[in-house]
């Protein structure tokens, strides 16, 4: 560790850090796992000594050395560390405190004092580049989220224990009859899919995969909507539509009529005055936040952070993989950073404690074969099956249930049938659901409700 010679008015509790550490030293690897659960590293501490103290302690315990006081002194004065600290120091630190129940209490004062620390050096940092910045505002704006997301990154880890008393109290819930769907996790807008695949769950990464033309974009659009109304606020991140393209697409699918019809005024005149209406409803709706100018992958991530700091998302909806640029490193090939851009997202579905639609292509090897897409079908696929919680296919066959053929190039036909398969589920398994796409309004139906 570099020593430092900070300003000593920056926020720290000398007799909280010295606390710590003598507990940690009265307890041993017991109390050691509890600071570390609560993201307690040598960073946290502003004394120099105190860290090194600390350091000392860590590699003991990584070495298989009990955390004692007079063991760690000999471990420091094997490797000649133990003048940068003094035998005085540490054993004043270890009588500090004749018992550990405030453990917790000063946990939670090293850990606020480090993010407070931290965030005057981030708000330094960012004024000093924002007075000479001469970039790509949207890449500055990215790497200035660091300030939102340093409060989070410090957030004490969640037990095992804990988790399953959230669990627990969710059975009972259930038993009771009395679970919502919050319990549930967010419901998709086809109640087959609710049926057959399950909801969408908190931290799932969830990739929603198809030709293009076969209306992946309509599907997220509709997800992103339903959740919206269900659940509250929704990221949808569109790079395959701009903004102002959206609210008649929203529209047509509320109405029920097409925006192409609407505009050539082919529509009967109550038809016209509820897509009005519907136009209005899209208008009124202040949930759906739409992104359409991050093109990266520090754009994208830095945009979820930062939001998901001042007011909390339900889900997001990326629309689509292929078209963000994963900015690939030097001698990287793109497969592998659309893998670490899939990890990515995925590390921010789990962070916010939310499901993630990711929109993704796949190969033409599906038409030419004329079969239903397999995972290994995902285009540059990478690490995107590994990293996906559910792999969910759009699939338009020649040949109908029925027994009937559709040909998917006749623009004169408004339905076409489409099967959702879910070829990847952790904890949901595989299974499949007849759709119906209807054309002139981009809009999935349910088979049920026709």
């Known amino acids: 560790m570099i020593e430092r010679d900070l300003p000593r008015d920056l926020p720290h509790s000398e007799e909280a850090e010295r606390n710590v550490i003598s507990c940690v030293l009265l307890d041993g690897a017991a109390a050691l796992v509890t600071a570390l659960d609560s993201k307690i590293t040598e960073a946290c501490f502003y004394e120099p000594k105190n860290a090194k103290l600390w350091r000392a302690i860590i590699w003991n ?33 270890s009588g500090s405190i004749p018992t550990t129940a405030g453990f917790s209490h000063w946990l939670e004062q090293v850990r606020e004092t480090y993010v407070l620390r931290e965030l ?34 410090s957030q004490k880890q969640e037990t095992l224990s804990s988790a399953a008393t959230d669990v627990f109290d969710l059975c009972q819930r259930i038993l009771a009859g009395e679970d919502t769907e919050v319990d549930r996790g967010l419901p998709w807008p086809w109640p087959d899919w609710n049926k057959r695949f399950g909801p969408a769950q908190p931290g799932e990464l969830i990739v ?3 030709r293009p033309g076969r209306g992946k974009s309509s599907a997220g659009r509709q997800i992103a909507w339903h959740w919206s109304q269900k659940a ?4 949808l991140f569109s790079r395959e539509m701009p903004v102002c393209g959206l609210p008649q697409l929203f529209a047509q699918s509320l109405s029920g009529s097409s925006w192409r019809e609407f505009r050539r005024n082919e529509l009967t005149s109550a038809d016209s005055a509820t897509f009005i209406e519907s ?23 830095a945009r979820i952070k930062a939001f998901h700091q001042i007011k909390p ?21 793109r497969d592998v950073a659309i893998g670490r851009m899939t990890m990515a997202i995925k590390d921010a579905a789990i962070e916010c404690g939310i499901p993630i639609v990711l929109l993704a292509q796949i190969s033409r090897s599906v038409e030419r074969e004329n079969r239903e897409p397999m995972l290994s079908d995902l285009r540059e696929s990478g ?36 099967n959702a398969i879910q070829a990847k589920g952790r904890g949901e398994g595989q299974d499949r659901v007849g759709m119906m796409f209807n054309r002139p309004i981009t809009s999935f139906e349910s088979i049920v409700h026709l």
């Open 208 to 210: 929603l995969a198809a």
């Open 383 to 418: 690490n995107i099956e590994q990293d996906a919680d559910r792999v969910i296919f759009l699939d338009a066959p020649t040949n109908t249930p029925d027994g009937s053929t559709q040909d998917l190039n006749d623009g004169a036909v408004r339905r076409i049938f489409v």
């Open 61 to 93: 315990h990584n070495h298989g050395r009990p955390i004692e006081t007079a063991i760690v002194i000999d471990e420091l004065r094997k490797i000649d560390k133990l003048d940068s600290i003094g035998v005085d120091h540490i054993v004043s630190v």
């Open 279 to 301: 136009v209005k409803e899209v208008q009124a709706n202040k949930r759906i936040h739409i992104y359409d100018r991050d093109r990266t992958l520090a754009q994208l991530t």
């Open 313 to 333: 998302i339900k889900g997001i909806v990326i629309d689509y993989l292929q078209r963000y640029d994963p900015q690939q490193d030097r001698g990287e090939t």
């Open 232 to 235: 509250g606020d929704v990221l």
């Open 120 to 153: 005057i050096k981030c708000a330094n940092e960012v004024r000093e580049c924002a007075y000479g910045y001469k970039g790509n505002v949207e890449d500055f704006v990215a790497a200035t989220s660091r300030i939102l997301s340093i409060r989070h990154a």
